[in-house]
């Protein structure tokens, strides 16, 4: 019993009547009205009479776990170290707080602390979360309401599956983009970072070295798509075009989008051109998919 959280009524000082007499062993008992009443819970039987003069030598407390239309269900009787007793058709049924009650949640809230008062791990299904540190897990955690580590986002998990809530924290990682519109291979040295926080994206791109240019167009792919919206996501840097150096180069990422594509000169006014050398080197912030 200690382990049962014992549940109140949904209105104060509710009062109903017993429908039809009963033996001191029946443990399915039937009222006039279960109104405001929710389970599991408890009421007292004949604390009062119709007068509402204490009748003591009748009393009975009575534990029930469940509600069936007008019937307690699952009664304990008698409960609390009452007395179980026969009971008169249109007896007093009352509702008020119990040992019972009390004694079970002021056990099941101090065994989530120490002797010193700190709180404890609790692994049952009163925790909230069991907090995993030191592993890493490949996919979302299997057992609900743990929390652990993902390493393929470096993320914090909680829950399973496509329910999960995760906050990923950040962390700057490689990301190895491929490029579009070169002639052969793209620049030799081309370096990729990026970091999410939640659903934003903080995406770099460096090229240290040129590639030859063989469109008017350069793309360089995301490590993660941008979310399905009507607006752009813009950002700028600065990169060569057939040998020139151009300071006001403009990173343009679509809706729904893999890819990053680099325009450059006057911030996107003018394309590539189809020869010579070229690469880009930016900072885009977006939101993911």
């Known amino acids: 019993m200690a382990s049962t959280v014992w549940l109140a009524p949904t209105a104060n000082y509710v009062q109903t009547t017993l429908n ?66 026969s009971h008169s058709n249109g007896a007093i049924v009352e509702t008020m707080p119990t040992i019972g009650m009390w004694n079970s949640l002021a056990t099941i809230v101090g065994s989530g602390f120490d002797g010193s008062g700190y709180l404890r791990s609790i692994n049952s299904p009163v925790s909230i979360a069991i907090l995993v540190l030191g592993g890493g897990a490949s996919a979302n955690p299997t057992v609900d309401g743990s929390m652990q580590w993902r390493t393929g986002d470096d993320a914090l998990v909680m829950g399973s599956g496509t329910e999960s809530l995760y906050a990923s924290l950040g962390v700057w990682k490689t990301f190895t983009p491929t490029l579009t519109g070169f002639a052969a291979a793209s620049p030799a040295s081309i370096v990729g970072r990026y970091a999410t926080l939640g659903k934003t994206c903080i995406y770099n791109v460096y090229s240290r070295k040129v590639g030859v240019s063989s469109t008017t167009g350069f793309t360089v792919t995301l490590p993660i798509n941008s979310a399905n919206l009507v607006n752009h996501y813009l950002g700028y840097g600065q990169g060569t075009d057939n040998t020139v150096y151009q300071n006001n180069i403009l990173a343009d990422i679509d809706p729904n989008s893999p890819t990053v594509v680099a325009l450059t000169t006057q911030g996107g006014s003018a394309g590539w051109t189809a020869s010579g050398a070229k690469d880009a080197s930016f900072t885009v912030i977006y939101e993911t998919a």
């Open 20 to 85: 039809g007499a009963i033996t001191s062993s029946v443990t399915t008992i039937t009222l006039n009205s279960t109104t405001n009443l929710t389970a599991p819970g408890y009421v007292v039987i004949d604390r009062t009479d119709s007068a509402g003069t204490a009748t003591p030598s009748a009393r009975e407390v009575v534990s029930f776990t469940g509600i069936s239309g007008n019937d307690l269900t699952g009664c304990t009787r008698p409960a609390d170290g009452s007395t179980a007793r």
